[in-house]
Each structure stands twice: as structure tokens, then as C-alpha cells.
């Protein structure tokens, strides 16, 4: 049979069946190729396309709260904001994405960072942490330290320390 093509071509037992089978597989090997070359560059592009932190993205822990006499919650800060040109009462005036950890092991391991809302009262004596992922309500903190609830279920009677606090040992 002759087609506006050409010639058709029957299958070798005669049925007919055009024989695209060739044209099929070659475009599923080229699509393999395709495939196998895109995950290799994606494999090589991804630590060579990672940049370094700005300074908004290096943080610093502010302050410490202890629970039964271990470290349990911490607050962390954009050292671009700490160590800004604005003083940190009027930085934190509006309220600025910091993280939380609460840690729930004896060990002091296994702290995942919670991003939180951190900002502080006009007059500079109360850190308030808005735990907004979870729904919870913000927690008022004194400047000087003070016991509070973060979390009623955690994180209750946490003694934390005064804001600013870098000693690495407080609570231990």
C-alpha cells in the first residue's frame, strides 16, 4: 500500500501495523538522556549556586530561660538588627523575625528554630516574643529577666535572664 507518505511498511507477520516503533523508542531514549543530564547539572548546581549569609541572615542569642534548672528555651536575633545604626529599643519597636528554640531533651540536644515575632515596648522594659506560628499568645518578658509562660503545655515558670544576656553558661 502506498501512502501520501510513501510506501507503508507491514509488520513481518503481515498484520498491517505500521512499524513506529523505532521512531517511539528513539524519542524515549533521547527524553532518558534528557532526564539523566538535567539531574546530573542539578546535582552539580546546587553547591555552587549557594551563597554566603548576608547580615540579616546571621543571628545572635538574646536571652536564655531556664526550666527546672536546664536550659530549655532560647530567643535568637538578626545580628544586623542588634548590632545596627537604630538603638535596639527603636530597631525592635516594629516587630522583627528572630527564632526560638525549646528544647525538650535532658541533653540540651534537639533544638529545632521556630521563627518568632520579637519586638519591644516604647519605653525599653518588656520584650514581647509572638510565637505566631503556633497560634499561641505573646509572651511579655522583662528586660531584666523575669518567670514566664511560653507554652502551657512546655514551656511554663521559665526563669529567663536579662535581654542581651550572651553568657553562654546562664541557667547551668
Known amino acids: ?59 545572635i542569642r538574646m536571652m536564655v530561660c531556664t526550666q527546672e534548672g536546664t536550659p530549655a528555651m532560647e530567643v535568637y536575633l538578626p545580628q544586623s538588627i542588634v548590632f545596627g545604626k537604630k538603638p535596639l ?6 516587630p522583627v523575625i528572630g527564632y526560638y528554640t525549646l528544647d525538650l531533651t535532658g541533653a540540651n540536644k534537639g533544638k529545632p528554630l521556630e ?28 528586660i531584666g529577666g523575669g518567670t514566664v509562660d511560653f507554652d502551657h503545655r512546655f514551656a511554663t515558670n521559665a526563669k529567663c535572664g536579662p535581654f542581651q544576656a550572651q553568657d553562654p553558661n546562664y541557667g547551668q
Open 1 to 59: 500500500m502506498t501512502g501520501w507518505l510513501g510506501p507503508r511498511r507491514r509488520a513481518a507477520n503481515g498484520s498491517g501495523r505500521r512499524r513506529d516503533r523505532t521512531r517511539g523508542q528513539s524519542l524515549s531514549m533521547i527524553m532518558r538522556i534528557a532526564a539523566l543530564a538535567l539531574i546530573v547539572a542539578g546535582a552539580f548546581a546546587g553547591p555552587a549556586a549557594a551563597k554566603d549569609p548576608t547580615d540579616a541572615d546571621w543571628m
Open 115 to 142: 521563627p518568632v515575632k520579637v519586638s519591644m515596648t516604647a519605653d525599653g522594659k518588656t520584650v514581647i516574643v509572638d510565637q505566631y506560628t503556633r497560634g499561641l499568645p505573646p509572651t511579655r518578658i522583662p
Open 89 to 94: 529599643v527603636k530597631a525592635l519597636a516594629q
